[in-house]
């Protein structure tokens, strides 16, 4: 492939939804475009990048790791063209949106798919960007972040808080019938400690080899291409615990942290501020039950 030429947007948008949804069927259904159109814009942009996305097998699809590296690079790119969109059909006819900054692994696995029922039950225009880590407001030019609280409280910012998070192992429904123990422990690095934690307080013990990726995103694709069992959040996989596509075989535990939104301090009040926050309290509590 050209380097200097970009593939078509639509193939690359057909394969960032087929990765995200794990699913030709409930791609398509999402796109509005057959079946087969969508399975031929995906080959077609294997064979114009000249690399597999999809491992084809067992009558399912699995990313291969430059397809999920891809997919995660994708994933905020296509939202964040969706909202711009939202944002230019709705110019002048009131508030600018919000600007949210997301961590991204929530952003992709979780936020990301609820935007259009956050919309229409809300009639909230959000921008999300997907960013984790510590914000300033000023500079990087949001409204809000929403975070996993396992830092201080930076001065100036006020946390408003949503859920506890819950951690537990899972698996591809194909590894059901082996033992945990045995299997590979996917790890990432922006979690290091994630199972050693679970680890200690389950007192369970693992002989089978540690496989080490680089972000939470890729630990989680590889888990439901089964190659091994990943530490989750229950947040992060609700969906697809939903859809089948992975199993929790002990549930999910408390890990003595929670999400929160961050905002600044002393601002004015803003009223859609408060209805995002108790929207997204009310779906994310709704996680704690799986």
């Known amino acids: 492939m050209d380097r200097a030429r970009l593939p078509a947007l639509g193939s690359l948008r057909a394969f960032e939804a087929v990765a995200r949804q794990g699913s030709l069927v409930a791609a398509a259904s999402e796109l509005n475009v057959t079946h087969g159109a969508l399975s031929k814009q995906v080959r077609g942009l294997e064979d114009e990048l000249g690399e597999p996305l999809f491992e084809r097998r067992n009558r399912g699809l699995h990313l291969t790791p430059k397809g999920a590296w891809l997919a995660e690079k994708l994933g905020p790119l296509f939202g964040g063209l969706a909202q711009t969109m939202s944002e230019f059909h709705a110019l002048d006819a009131g508030p600018q949106p919000l600007i949210l900054s997301c961590e991204p692994t929530l952003c992709l696995r979780f936020l990301i798919p ?107 694709q590889a888990a439901l291409a089964g190659q091994g069992v990943a530490m989750a959040s229950v947040h992060m996989v609700a969906t697809a615990l939903e859809q089948g596509r992975l199993i929790a075989p002990h549930g999910f535990s408390p890990d003595g942290t929670q999400y929160v939104m961050l905002r600044p301090a002393g601002r004015a009040s803003d009223g859609r501020v408060e209805a995002l926050v108790e929207w997204l309290r009310d779906r994310m509590a709704r996680h704690l039950s799986l």
């Open 114 to 220: 609820a935007m259009v029922d956050l919309e229409q039950e809300t009639g909230i225009a959000v921008r999300v960007l997907a960013a984790g880590g510590p914000v300033d407001f000023v500079a990087q030019g949001f409204d809000l972040a929403l975070r996993r609280q396992d830092f201080p409280l930076p001065a100036g910012v006020e946390a408003l808080p949503l859920v506890e998070e819950r951690m537990g192992p899972v698996i591809a429904p194909s590894l059901a019938d082996a033992a945990l123990s045995d299997l590979p422990r996917l790890h990432s690095r922006t979690r290091p400690d994630a199972w050693k934690a679970w680890t200690r307080g389950h007192k369970a013990r693992f002989s089978g080899t540690d496989i080490q990726y680089q972000h939470f995103y890729l630990t989680l």
